[in-house]
């Protein structure tokens, strides 16, 4: 699944598109996670593309009237084409703009989204819950001790939990905690100030230099110019299970963890 840096990058890949004004909308395949509206079709043409954020892994494009919200699931990618081609099996969703570009989502999976969001309404059942962006200030070792003060599970499954910290999936939340050096299976509520000051920095360290390598790219994920992402090959734990630690040669583990596999270091990360 897209996780925060590859959702970022397809966000910043499309930051071309704003100020461009919505000529048609093509929906071919409605059936994803939730339907697609129908009434898209109506809404966005003659519609000019305001802006261009994003909350947690979702991608919001800022209308006049509204927010169309975009969520790659497991399999999708967002293309941005200025010479389009014929849509194939898993394109289910285009956005022709008057300048003759095209933003189009394939989904072989069918687990992304595509929702309206009026302006009258101020908020979305999706997003009224989230907790913070991890590279933003208030995301520090101090909101993060006390959010953790209660939780008895494992800390790799808490750092994924959106309601704690958003956009931090199975790949960085593995990498994070080996360059913090905490085993994934310590209880969260067990973590000392220190130890939270250092999984933070490496939260943020781990997801800035993904972006930097335009994220990870190991199945579907390309951005939207089709280039793919180069962080994988600087994974220090991620799917390396029976490789040599690149720090003290041990060999890595994998276990699992809230039903997501979980590689670690068992000497570099001591419980």
Same mark, same amino acid.
């Given at each position: 699944m897209p996780e925060l840096p590859e959702v970022e990058t397809t966000r910043r890949g499309l930051l071309p598109l704003v100020g461009k004004v919505v000529k048609s909308v093509s929906i071919r395949h409605p059936t994803l996670r939730w339907p697609i509206p129908q009434s898209l079709l109506q809404i966005l043409p003659?519609?000019?593309l305001r802006g261009l954020t994003r909350r947690a892994k979702y991608i919001l494009c800022e209308y006049d009237t509204g927010t169309l919200l975009l969520h790659l699931g497991?399999?999708? !990618?967002?293309?941005?084409?200025?010479?389009p081609y014929p849509p194939e099996k898993h394109d289910h969703f285009d956005i022709e703009f008057a300048?003759?570009?095209?933003?189009?989502? !394939?989904?072989? !999976?069918?687990f992304g989204a595509v929702l309206w969001i009026d302006n009258k309404d101020n908020n979305h059942v999706l997003l009224n819950s989230l907790g913070p962006e991890p590279l933003v200030v208030d995301f520090n070792a101090k909101y993060l001790h006390t959010a953790l003060s209660n939780k008895t599970l494992a800390i790799k499954n808490a750092i994924m939990d959106g309601h704690v910290v958003v956009g931090v999936g199975n790949i960085y939340a593995s990498e994070s905690l080996f360059r913090a050096r905490i085993h994934p299976e310590t209880a969260a509520n067990k973590l000392t100030l220190k130890q939270c000051e250092r999984l933070v920095a490496e939260i943020k360290s781990t997801?800035?230099?993904?972006?930097?390598?335009?994220?990870?790219?190991?199945?579907?994920f390309f951005g939207v110019d089709g280039n793919i992402g180069y962080f994988q090959q600087e994974y220090f734990v991620y799917g390396?299970?029976?490789?040599?630690?690149?720090?003290c040669a041990k060999l890595i583990k994998c276990i699992r963890l809230g039903q997501r596999s979980t590689f670690?270091?068992?000497?570099?990360?001591?419980?």
């Open positions: 003659n519609q000019t497991m399999s999708g !990618r967002i293309q941005l084409l200025d010479t300048d003759g570009h095209v933003l189009r989502l !394939r989904d072989p !999976r069918r997801l800035n230099d993904a972006l930097s390598a335009g994220g990870s790219s190991l199945r579907d390396r299970t029976n490789e040599p630690c690149k720090v670690y270091c068992d000497k570099c990360q001591k419980r």
